[in-house]
């Protein structure tokens, strides 16, 4: 093999490992041919993890045709009965969304987007969220989010179909794999926790608003998702959610409402 050929091919090597870590998570699909066209996107730009919530119809014969070669990623898929568990173990949560909203959640284009998945830690799962055909993803699924990534598309026709959208996501992300240039490198001590963590973290924060009567029990909602959108900005590591959650105990104990 030529020395070109070996650079090739260690090049290679090292964007399917950068890639290896980022979940495709297609969330209550309706049509499984946009499961099949999905997983041939995927395929395409080197990306192997495809993860289905609650879709309607899967296996189905119209995404095998769809996938057009892709067969392998759809008999590999790991079908979820709820977000969490499609979720679990990912420090980084995307969510591809073009709705506004009266909260405005933190939004990055996509190759922006594609640039800062590929920053994380080599052992960190990176979960990239598709909603679904007809109207994406819904508040309490972007509320999982730690930020939204926006495809720009034309103002007066904005239309993309779910696995053109999957489309453009994988090829930024590849792009990015190939190209380290801009790349900023986290520090070496941060590991931020998982989606799992952080959702007990934000039952354990609402529990505690709660009980020190910060919290109104009859409207919540608004209050609870500026915090989230703060923590998921932030992303905590370990050793952070553990401070965290042990002044959410003091204050608790504090309040009487929790045994000493």
Request: aromatic share 4%; hydrophobic share 45%.
């Amino acid at each position: 093999m030529n020395t070109k050929a070996a650079q090739d091919n260690r090049s290679a090597a090292q964007v399917a490992v950068r890639l290896s870590g980022i979940r495709v998570v297609l969330i209550n699909t309706t049509h499984p041919g946009n499961i099949g066209a999905s997983a041939r996107a995927m395929k395409v730009m080197g990306l192997r993890q495809l993860h289905l919530v609650t879709p309607k119809t899967f296996p189905d014969a119209e995404a095998t045709a769809m996938a057009s070669g892709a067969d392998d990623l759809l008999q590999h898929a790991v079908v979820h009965e709820s977000l969490e568990a499609a979720v679990d173990g990912c420090s980084l949560v995307l969510g591809t969304s073009a709705r506004l909203r009266s909260l405005p959640m933190p939004q990055m284009d996509v190759r922006m987007a594609a640039a800062s998945a590929l920053a994380e830690h080599q052992d960190q799962g990176i979960a990239i969220l598709f909603g679904r055909e007809r109207y994406g993803l819904t508040n309490d699924e972007i509320q999982r989010c730690h930020q939204l990534v926006h495809i720009d598309t034309n103002p007066a026709y904005g239309s993309l179909n779910l696995a053109q959208a999957v489309q453009v996501v994988c090829y930024e992300l590849r792009m990015a794999a190939l190209g380290e240039a801009g790349i900023s490198v986290p520090p070496l001590d941060w590991e931020p926790v998982d989606a799992g963590q952080m959702e007990l973290f934000f039952t354990h924060l609402e529990q505690t608003l709660l009980d020190i009567e910060f919290l109104n029990p009859e409207q919540p909602k608004r209050l609870l998702m500026r915090l989230r959108r703060l923590f998921n900005r932030a992303r905590p590591d370990q050793n952070e959610i553990n401070i965290l959650r042990g002044i959410l105990a003091a204050s608790q104990r504090v309040a009487g409402k929790h045994d000493k």
